[in-house]
C-alpha cells in the first residue's frame, strides 16, 4: 500500500474512534452515576457510528481496488454524490444497495456491514 492511502485511512479510523467516545455519555464513579452531557451537535448515535463503519468499510475496499466514486457509482447505477455520502457515513443504504456495492467490490454483504459488537 502507498502511504498516501495509509495516511487517508488512519485519518478515517480516527475520525471513527472519535465518534465511539462521543455517544459514551455517562461514567460510574463508586456507586453514583454521573451524566456527562455533551451539547447535542457532539452526540453521535450508534446508528451514525454503524453508518460509518459500513462507509469506512466501502471507502477501504473501493481504494484498494483502485476504484473511483464515479467507478463505483457506475458499477452500482449511483451517483457518485451519494457513493461519496454513503462513504461518510451521511446516508443510510438500503440491504438492496448493500448488496450491489458487495458486488461491485466483488465481497460478501457481511464484509461491509458493521459487526454487531462494534
Do not use: Y
Not at 57 to 85: C, I, N, Y
Amino acid at each position: 500500500m502507498n502511504s498516501t492511502f495509509e495516511a487517508e485511512r488512519t485519518r478515517f479510523e480516527m475520525m471513527l474512534l472519535r465518534g465511539v467516545d462521543q455517544d459514551r455519555t455517562n461514567q460510574t464513579v463508586g456507586e453514583n452515576v454521573r451524566p456527562q452531557f455533551l451539547p447535542d451537535q457532539l452526540r453521535v448515535p450508534s446508528r451514525a457510528i454503524q453508518f460509518r463503519q459500513l462507509g469506512l468499510r466501502v471507502w477501504a475496499l473501493r481504494a484498494k481496488k483502485g476504484l473511483s466514486q464515479e467507478g463505483l457509482g457506475l458499477d452500482v447505477d449511483l451517483h457518485p454524490t451519494f457513493v461519496s455520502m454513503v462513504e461518510r457515513g451521511e446516508r443510510n443504504v438500503t440491504i438492496a444497495t448493500v448488496e450491489k456495492l458487495a458486488k461491485a467490490l466483488k465481497c460478501r454483504m457481511a464484509d461491509l456491514m458493521p459487526d454487531a459488537d462494534e
